[in-house]
């Protein structure tokens, strides 16, 4: 693996990170890189979850769908005001940047995808979350935050 030089804080954070979720969250991929880079970008939704929601860390962890067929959305979290935090969270390793277009562009579809409740297109992480989000937005309340939470500069 070749070693980027990163920024101190994006080495700060990753320390951080490690120390709140390296037990609870696994990283996927075809190799180390990949591996390391997608449990970075699970574990800093569930870090951001925990810090504007005050979720716990079992909630922020539970809240991620990411993986195949999650239409650019990384974590689904519902939160006791009635507030659906839709995430999508992007670990730059370099600390320069900023989530590629196409990717952004995938997250903005699927929230339109999701607030239009349209959860076949979704995987099976999220069909398990359908009855709270429906209970959720029947209540007439319902608020939604789209965030894109990235390591980046730009």
Same mark, same amino acid.
């Given at each position: ?5 990163? &920024?101190? +804080?994006? %080495?700060? =954070? ?14 996927? /991929? ?49 939160? &006791?005001? +009635?507030? %659906?935090? =839709? ?14 277009? /196409? ?52």
């Amino acid at each position: 693996m070749v070693e980027v030089s990163r &920024p101190h +804080e994006l %080495i700060q =954070l990753c320390e951080l990170l490690d120390q709140r979720f390296q037990t609870h969250i696994t990283g996927t /991929g075809n190799d180390d890189t990949a591996r390391q880079r997608n449990y970075y970008s699970k574990a800093l939704a569930a870090y951001y979850l925990t810090q504007a929601t005050n979720a716990s860390i079992e909630e922020a962890v539970a809240a991620s769908i990411d993986g195949g067929d999650d239409h650019g959305i990384d974590s689904v979290f519902i939160d &006791p005001t +009635e507030t %659906i935090w =839709l995430i999508q969270s992007k670990y730059i390793d370099s600390g320069k940047g900023e989530p590629a277009l /196409g990717d952004v562009n995938k997250f903005e579809s699927g929230v339109r995808d999701l607030l239009n409740q349209q959860y076949s297109r979704f995987n099976q992480t999220l069909q398990h979350k359908i009855p709270a989000l429906n209970t959720t937005f029947d209540t007439g309340i319902a608020k939604v935050k789209a965030v894109l939470v990235y390591t980046g500069n730009a």
